[in-house]
């Protein structure tokens, strides 16, 4: 009788590791994808940007006579994080790539918006405010889609460091994700107008 237990007690404890083993699994997959679709949902908003970019060029030279460098460096700007976001379906984008192109992309757009409030003009340009303002909106956009990707890393990240469902990332080598970060300019920094025109 008490084989019999014995036996009762290993299966019942077998088939506990087993359905932990397969939750833990599960969970891992639940959290890699929450990660994709979250990372898809940042690419939609950063094409977003990417799409108002030419519009916001066209009317700034419309509008303005700025030197053409401080317009052709927004737009190689944006190409470069355009490109940056352009990766096959099967391939995931590499994080760091995507947010060193979106860096000099706000930064060129902090430029350019610089220097179009050196010209009173701008202001009154309903194209341009338009444009700022849905700029404005996308910016927020990007950061609440970026803020949901990098808790869906943080969840993801924490399970794979936390004992013992570490021994299950490692045998599946279910890797860590990265988190993404942009960069724009500091709250009250002062970019230098006279150097963007080229003034010494």
């Known amino acids: 009788m008490s084989s019999t237990v014995g036996i009762l007690v290993a299966l019942a404890a077998a088939l506990i590791a087993v359905l932990w083993y397969f939750a833990v699994y599960n969970d891992f997959v639940r959290l890699r994808n929450l990660v994709a679709e979250s990372w898809r949902q940042v690419g939609v908003e950063l094409q977003r940007r990417h799409d108002l970019v030419p519009n916001l060029v066209a009317t700034v030279e419309q509008s303005a006579a700025f030197e053409r460098g401080s317009l052709a460096a927004v737009v190689e700007a944006r190409n470069r994080a355009h490109v940056s976001m352009s990766f096959p379906e099967h391939r995931v984008a590499d994080v760091s790539e995507v947010a060193t192109a979106e860096n000099a992309l ?54 794979i460091e936390s004992v013992p469902a570490a021994v299950i990332a490692s045998i599946h080598h279910v890797s860590p994700a990265e988190y993404f970060e942009i960069s724009g300019p500091e709250a009250g920094e002062v970019i230098d107008v006279g150097r963007l025109f080229g003034a010494s």
Not at 125 to 146: F, G, K, M, P, T
Request: charged letters at 25%.
């Open 106 to 159: 706000t930064t060129a757009l902090g430029n350019l918006r610089a220097l179009a409030e050196q010209y009173p003009t701008m202001g009154t340009v309903r194209n341009y405010r338009a444009l700022q303002s849905d700029l404005a909106d996308i910016e927020d956009r990007i950061a609440a889609a970026r803020r949901l990707y990098n808790g869906n890393v943080r969840a993801l990240n924490t399970k």
